[in-house]
């Protein structure tokens, strides 16, 4: 615990450099050295930030892998198996119940062993000894710098005080002011001596540590790498075991043309930009799950609001505002079949009364009303 004549001095060394009234000592090494710490453990809050959400869009991304399985398997042996007509109830032609369940419970088992699994071993050897790093050697090595700080400070202090002792021995008037004069700058002297001692030595120990550090932060990098490595190869193999054992029974054909399909797309490059198509927004839709960035409520919303979109552009396409004396001219002669049909010649000019989504249009020519077909005209 620093004594208050510590604190007091070093407060009034602080303030003075601050102002340019005294010199700093400064180690360009350790100056170097301590700047590289400090970014290099904010970059590895950073990287366990980066991490933490990786295991957070995997959770989802398995999550949503393992509800689109119950999904499937309602449509199986669930709420989805839905009868035919009363008459003819068990007509259907859905064959694979037993190997949609198995499906299904392999998903579970993905979520609910695989990847916690491999969360767990991902957190204790990949991201643990990171925040150990962080939460542990950082405020250790803070603390080391903040002593070696004040004795930085202090032996300033002492150098700055024995230059001051020095001038005023040296411009004393008299042999007494003289003497009182060398025998303060002896005193001060002892007192640069022992602070630029523990400066050093802390000064030395701290670029020590810092080096110490920079080596332990390495090997926490590294051992971060091979955990995110070696858990990522375990999720997609174990994950794979299983689902290559509960689809085993699928129909091999149609699973070998499915599965041929996607080994000639990686095998040629992947999808060309423009041949993606609405399959680009389904990916960014489970790039925004998986990551977070949306959930299923946002998503569901945002299908809500576009189905509406989408039903009121096509009300709009649908909707027929007639001007008065709409004009249409014929195309084709039209030979009536039905008693309330118009019968019309090409070239004649039909006022439009009322349009028709069945593609009959009803209108009038020369005091007569009637329907006639759409494509038989064309509009002015």
């Known amino acids: 615990m620093p004594k208050f004549k510590d604190i007091k001095r070093r407060g009034v060394e602080t303030f003075l450099q601050a102002v340019g009234a005294s010199e700093t000592t400064v180690d360009a090494v350790y100056t170097e050295e301590y700047d590289k710490f400090n970014v290099m453990v904010d970059d590895l809050n950073e990287i366990g930030a980066g991490l933490s959400e990786y295991l957070i869009s995997l959770k989802q991304n398995y999550g949503l892998g393992n509800d689109l399985a119950e999904v499937l398997d309602s449509y199986y042996n669930g709420e989805f198996n839905r009868p035919w007509i009363s008459s003819n ?3 259907s032609h859905l064959t694979m119940h037993q190997e949609v369940a198995k499906m299904k419970q392999a998903w579970q088992e993905n979520d609910e062993i695989v990847r916690k699994s491999v969360a767990h071993v991902w957190i204790n050897r990949g ?9 542990t050697v950082t405020p250790d090595i803070e603390d080391a710098c903040t002593l070696r700080e004040n004795y930085r ?5 002492y150098r700055r005080r024995y230059g001051a002792a020095q001038k005023k021995a040296q411009s004393a008037k008299t042999p007494e002011k003289k003497s009182e004069a060398q025998q303060e700058q002896a005193k001060l002297n002892v007192k640069l001596d022992n602070a630029n001692k523990l400066y050093e030595t802390q000064n030395e120990l701290v670029k020590g540590e810092l080096e110490k550090a920079k080596i332990a932060r390495d090997e926490a990098i590294e051992m971060m790498v091979v955990t995110v490595a070696a858990c990522q190869m375990e999720l997609f193999e174990q994950s794979y075991k299983r689902m290559v054992s509960a689809c085993s029974s699928f129909p091999p054909e149609k699973m070998k043309q499915v599965r ?3 080994q000639n797309m990686i095998r040629t490059g992947g999808p060309n930009p423009g ?3 609405s399959g680009a927004s389904t990916a960014r839709t489970a790039v925004n799950l998986v990551t977070g960035n949306k959930t299923m409520g946002d998503l569901r919303k945002e299908r809500e609001e576009q189905e509406q979109k989408e039903a009121a552009a096509l009300a ?3 909707e027929v505002i007639m001007k008065d004396n709409a004009n249409s001219g014929t195309l084709y002669d039209n030979i009536p079949d039905d008693s309330d049909e118009l019968a ?3 070239g004649d000019k039909i006022v439009i009364i009322k349009k028709d989504d069945s593609g009959w249009w009803e209108g009038s020519l020369g005091g007569r009303k009637g329907t006639f077909p759409a494509n038989f005209v064309t509009e002015d």
């Open 275 to 277: 041949e993606v198509g």
């Open 153 to 157: 400070k202090d032996a300033d202090s």
């Open 127 to 135: 991201l643990t000894p990171m925040r150990a790093f962080v939460n």
């Open 89 to 91: 109830p068990n007509l």
């Open 344 to 346: 019309f010649s090409a």
């Open 260 to 262: 041929s399909a996607v």
């Open 316 to 318: 709009k396409a649908r």
